[in-house]
């Protein structure tokens, strides 16, 4: 059973989570360095983990560093994740989100949200 710091930091994460705008991306370190807790983007991968059932947390939008959609595994379907971020007009290339750079969206620039 996960202990209650852990719980509540993953209300955080997935509260950061669903500020990604639509047809944005963002990655799991810009996640933990803007809830201060940079070094912590593996925890915000757990997280993640099971975040592909909560209709409210778009999971989809979270990607490796290099743009690269380590957790589609954690949705069901096979392509479920590559299929998300295409109806939001992205364009994937063997588990790689093409214009990484241009679609990124860093939480850490939001005003007054860091933690």
Not at 53 to 69: C, K, M
């Amino acid at each position: 059973m996960a202990k209650p710091e852990t719980l509540n930091f993953y209300e955080r994460v997935y509260e950061v989570t669903r500020m990604i705008p639509y047809g944005k991306v963002t990655s799991y370190g810009a996640i933990a360095k803007c809830l201060g807790a940079a070094g912590s983007a593996r925890m915000v991968g757990y997280a993640m983990n099971g975040a592909s059932n909560l209709e409210d947390v778009p999971a989809h939008r979270v990607l490796n560093r290099n743009g690269l959609l380590t957790g589609k595994h954690h949705f069901k379907g096979t392509h479920l994740m590559q299929q998300l971020l295409e109806s939001e007009g992205h364009t994937v290339k063997e588990d790689k989100l093409q214009n990484f750079e241009d679609k990124f969206w860093d939480p850490v620039e939001m005003v007054g949200f860091k933690t």
